[in-house]
């Protein structure tokens, strides 16, 4: 536990900032507290994209582990559960698990479960390689409240990236009471991305939809970023690229609802994930593979992709993966 704490406390990249200073020290004080309340203790912290739920659900990890308490990192994202044991080390990583890996806990076994991502919760905790003999009706959120005597949910409603992910506020807040749990929320609202602007941030949010705000209109003559429309994929492409060769850094990005192949072709050859009209592209993390496999001297590859492989030039015919 202290190699993780020691661990954490080390990178920069995550120091606490500004309000996210203040919502931490409400949370650790709630968390700490609460663990020794013979009542459950629920705390929601929700929070739009950058303002750093992610960066207090790591830091709350840190320190309680540090003061000795039993507390555990879930997600329901691979790529973010493996990079944050990649950090950590081996020696760590049993404290990072996934929001499935509860259906066996006994009640109150941790001390403090920290859920990241909470609205990519899950109806059950079943999948394809759950034997039968221990699928369960239970509620994936029922199984996390159980398993902890604090649980503590950073959750953003809006960032739902698959179908059957439910997670939400009302819905944790809903198994919550049925529990009987004392429920604690905060809010963050400053956010750290998009050099700080909050108009370019609403201004997004009310073109697609996600939430009313007063940022109908963009204008540019007061913000520095770049909106643009294209004709066509190639346009675009042409465009980032030339942003590349000016010496910025460039990528260019598809959505999550594109088939993304996790395997080579039975002849060894790349599959075509992105496809519009002529355009034709491959994922990198498909790319990454066939070139590690080629330099190995592989013919065949039978293992899953790895999905925090994320390197190499935007543009040798790969896109890299959107979850915006």
């Avoid at 590859?301 to 543009?315: G, H, I, K, W, Y």
């Amino acid at each position: 536990m202290d190699h993780v704490g020691q661990t954490i406390k080390g990178k920069s990249q995550y120091i606490l900032l500004d309000e996210q200073k203040v919502v931490y020290d409400k949370v650790f004080a709630e968390a700490r507290d609460g663990f020794h309340d013979s009542q459950k203790k629920v705390l929601i912290i929700k929070g739009g994209p950058g303002t750093g739920k992610s960066v207090i659900a790591v830091n709350l990890m840190s320190d309680l582990l540090l003061k000795g308490y039993n507390a555990q990192y879930a997600t329901g994202s691979k790529a973010f559960t493996e990079t944050l044991r990649n950090v950590i080390g081996r020696r760590g990583s049993v404290q990072f698990k996934y929001f499935n890996s509860y259906m066996q806990a006994q009640p109150n076994e941790i001390d403090v479960l920290i859920c990241d991502e909470a609205h990519r919760i899950r109806k059950t905790s079943n999948n394809r390689f759950t034997p039968q003999s221990r699928r369960s009706n239970v509620a994936q959120v029922e199984e996390l409240l159980q398993s902890a005597k604090v649980a503590v949910f950073f959750i953003d409603d809006h960032q739902v990236v698959r179908p059957d992910e439910i997670g939400s506020v009302d819905y944790i807040t809903n198994y919550a009471q049925k529990q009987n749990c004392k429920i604690y929320e905060e809010e963050l609202e400053a956010q750290f991305r998009c050099s700080g602007s909050d108009g370019f941030i609403n201004w997004v949010n009310n073109t697609l939809g996600i939430k009313r705000t007063a940022n109908i209109i963009w204008d540019q003559t007061n913000e520095d970023f770049e909106f643009k429309i294209f004709d066509s994929p190639f346009s675009l492409e042409e465009a980032i690229l030339k942003k590349e060769q000016q010496g910025y850094s460039a990528r260019l990005t598809a959505g999550f609802c594109w088939e993304w192949s996790e395997r080579l072709t039975p002849s060894n050859t790349l599959a075509n994930d992105v496809v519009i009209g002529d355009f034709k592209k491959v994922f990198l993390s498909i790319q990454l593979l066939h070139i590690n496999s080629l330099n190995k001297a592989i013919t065949s590859v039978d293992s899953p992709l790895n999905t925090s492989e994320r390197a190499m030039s935007p543009f040798s015919n790969a896109l890299t993966l959107s979850m915006s």
